[in-house]
């Protein structure tokens, strides 16, 4: 069976993961939540995800935000991050190999 039919079958048995986590106003599954839902099917398989991170870009951005209570503008800067990785899905019984950048 091809890489692609064995993530096909791992899709089939995935019908939908109740939410169990909720943070800022937004619900969402957390990630042990559902590793522990579909690890077991990608052993089932023999498939594993590999993750790489391929490189690292940080760049600083400064800009002034408006103090209200001072009626001033002050300076303020952050760290914007721009993380490039790599995610291969590979089958351990045939070596096939699926490559995603991200």
């Not at 692609?4 to 079958?9: D, G, I, M, N």
């Amino acid at each position: 069976m091809s890489i692609y039919a064995k993530l096909l079958e791992i899709q089939k048995q995935v019908k939908g993961l109740s939410k169990d986590k909720k943070s800022h106003q937004y619900d969402y599954v957390t990630g042990n939540k559902l590793l522990s839902f579909i690890k077991p099917l990608m052993d089932e398989q023999g498939l594993i995800l590999k993750q790489e991170i391929i490189s690292i870009e940080n760049v600083r951005q400064d800009y002034q935000v408006w103090n209200k209570y001072e009626k001033i503008f002050k300076p303020k800067n952050e760290i914007l991050s721009k993380v490039m990785m790599r995610f291969t899905w590979v089958d351990c019984e045939t070596g096939e190999k699926d490559e995603n950048l991200f």
